[in-house]
């Protein structure tokens, strides 16, 4: 017998409520345990104290933004599904893409808000966004130890070459995103506003540097990167505006 | 603490994640299950196999090339966490980065396995709350967070957490950093294509990071350790 479907129906919520758990208990269970080691290897508290306010602190502004792809896929998905999807495992880069190519598969689109779900095209995209983002579910603990003692045996090797090829990666991270910041700019002037607000970021950090150096406000770096952040972004509404009206 | 202790830590770590991640895995899984028995709704499978065909050869390439790239940044405890709660490329590789940086450890090390765990579960952990507050205050904030004004905010947000973000670490490792950097904002301005494919290029900018930097390294070029971070202590250099 079918049961009446909704996109918001309370056993959905009820579902994601029991897995958001077991997530907080693995964040949880992670957390203890790492500060536990880290007391146990001779690390000061306030140093974990400044690392918990960092972390936290950087993580709220994207955090938003996450919800504000929450907000956005709820429209035509509801809210459980959107909620658990950019929760656990998913990122927001993925879940649209996945959810329009799912939607479009059962012959409707994200835009379209008028028409509700059925239950069995509902089925189709939930599996197709869970099916879609299962690879480090999967790869990861079969990988995972063998890549760090990979990383170890480098480091027994030659010490110094395995913080020069640690560092590498890092920087190669960065700039594979640093570059992708440049992928407009041949568009013309508009093309150029990612570029405007990573320089902006890039200056308020230097200018927090500076007061962190000169004027020995030693309590800013906690807040430095999301500072910045969060000052790049604010700039980048006068600076697309600005962009906008030259543009016109 | 011996070096058998940290390989104990790291051993249980290893187990403790395999079962916390595929449990998840399962858990995540049960999802779309419940949905099927619970509303008697099974997928069709045509649509299934087209949405699915659609997505998952590119996303299971690119989850693959974050868990290699990711891994060894994270360490162990947060790549475990950080492959379930989500959200690497934009929200915790960059949180663990500047974990590192107010820690001033180094990952790869003891000290840096537990910061970064600490890291990504402190991250994990406000993104969880932030979005519950979020589901909960829906009505009143959905009209706010995407009011129109706010929107060029929104859309930029990688460029404004890479610009500082590149500040704070390419400053430090400069030699390292310029021929990657160079290579990646040529590519990506001569072919913008490209740039939609985001993660896919992250082990590519790494490779030339790595070959160049070897290049460097033997040619006395990185006579100075790279960067400023500290050195490990003495566990860390097992």
Redesign the interface.
Known sequence: ???A?SVNDP??FA??A???L???T??????V???R??L????EKS??R???K???T???????????G???L?RKLG?P?P??R?????????ET??AE??A????TTLSDTATAL???????????M????????????I???R??S???KL??RD?????????????????????????????GLAGW???F??????L???LI?VCIKLLRWDWL??Y??PL???????M??P???WVTGVVA | MTKQATRSYDDATHALGKIWVWGMGLMMLMFPVAVCLHYNAWPDGAALLKGILSIAPMYWAVGMIEVLTYVPMLGAGGSYLGFITGSLTMLKVPCTLAAFERAKVKSGTPEGEAVGTIAVAVSSLVTLSIIFLGVLLIVPLTPILENPTLAPAFNQLLPALFGGLGVALIGKNLKIAAVPVLCMVILFTLVPSLASSGAIFVPVASAIAILAARLMYKKGWLDTPAGDQPKPTEEGAK
């Open positions: 017998m079918q049961t479907f056993f959905l579902i994601v029991i897995i958001l077991l997530v907080v693995q964040s949880v269970f992670f957390l345990r790492a500060w080691r880290a146990a290897l001779g690390m140093t974990l400044k690392v918990v960092t972390s936290a950087f993580t709220i502004v994207p955090a938003i933004s996450i919800l504000i929450v907000i956005a709820s809210l599904l909620w658990l950019l929760s656990v495992i998913g990122a927001i880069t993925y893409p996945a190519a799912a479009r598969a059962v012959g059925t239950a069995p095209q509902y089925s189709v995209i939930a599996w197709v869970t099916v879609g983002i299962m690879a480090g579910v999967i790869f990861t603990p990988l995972c130890k890549l760090l990979g990383v170890d480091e027994q010490r110094k070459w395995s913080d020069i090829f640690m560092n590498a990666l890092f920087m190669g991270m960065i700039s594979a995103f640093l570059g992708m910041i440049f992928g407009h700019v041949t568009e506003i990612p570029v607000v990573m320089l902006a970021s890039a308020i950090m230097v540097a770096t906690d430095a990167l910045s952040m969060v000052g790049a972004m604010a980048a509404i600076i697309t505006n």
